[in-house]
């Protein structure tokens, strides 16, 4: 089955600190990745996608295939990348849905 | 408005009483969908339409959950005989193209309370 895994429901850190969001899919194709973020009282949006290999307010994401990973980082976190972040996975058997995991709420401690 | 729109922002029905949610996507965008999102839960696919037509109706969970899409524009989720479960929030998004190409815009969500 496909499947998107991120196994922290909760992550905090200190502000200024490295941040690693985890994600883990089961896709036995070629994926396409993406982090969707939810800052709080505003809407679900994109916030990069494995294939632009960009730099989205200092975060980064690298797709590992031997490891099945996504994850996404940040040097120096920031008190306003406090949100809720989602891993989700498209390209499955060739459906146009995302398959979204159950999301981490990031928060950034002054 | 420029984004996805939902209607109702909040809905709170009683145990076996019929819903209908509305979702307003983007003009000019082809491919819309839905998603149920359960308190403490990920995104759950519902349905995906391409245009008018439903390629991808495989996550709506029993046969009292219908959805259509018309004039390309609007579509209408409904909900029949509801039950406790179905609370939740159901988000519509839209997208330009199929996903493949394009990122999907969310709507603010409807929430649902079934009591």
């Known amino acids: 089955a496909q499947r998107v895994t991120q196994p922290e429901k909760l992550l905090s850190v200190f502000k200024g600190a490295p941040v690693e969001l985890k994600c883990n899919y089961s896709?036995?194709?070629?994926?396409?990745l993406f982090w969707y973020v939810q800052y709080s009282r505003q809407r679900l949006q994109l916030l990069l996608r494995?294939?632009s290999r960009e730099s989205i307010k200092g975060f980064t994401a690298d797709l590992n295939k031997g490891e099945t990973s996504f994850h996404l980082k940040k040097p120096f976190a920031q008190e306003e990348d406090s949100a809720m972040y989602y891993c989700?996975?498209?390209?499955?058997?060739?459906?146009?849905?995302?398959?979204f995991g159950q999301g981490t709420r990031l928060t950034i401690n002054p | 408005g420029a984004g996805v729109s939902q209607s109702p922002s909040n809905k709170v029905t009683e145990k076996g009483k019929d819903v209908e949610l509305r979702c307003d996507p983007i003009?000019?965008?082809?491919?819309l969908y839905w998603y149920r999102q359960r308190l403490g839960q990920g995104l759950e696919f519902l349905i995906y339409?391409?245009?008018?037509?439903?390629?991808?109706k495989s996550g709506l969970p029993s046969d009292r959950f219908s959805a259509e899409r018309t004039g390309e524009s609007v579509s209408t989720l409904t909900i029949q005989r509801t039950q406790q479960e179905d609370s939740a929030v159901y988000l519509c998004?839209?997208?330009?193209?199929?996903?493949?190409?394009?990122?999907?815009?969310f709507g603010e969500g409807s929430r649902l309370t079934v009591l």
């Open positions: 003009s000019g965008h082809t491919a």
């Open positions: 494995h294939i």
């Open positions: 989700a996975l498209s390209g499955v058997q060739g459906a146009q849905k995302l398959v």
């Open positions: 339409f391409q245009g008018n037509s439903a390629p991808d």
């Open positions: 998004a839209s997208s330009l193209v199929t996903l493949s190409t394009g990122e999907l815009f």
């Open positions: 896709y036995s194709g070629s994926p396409e």
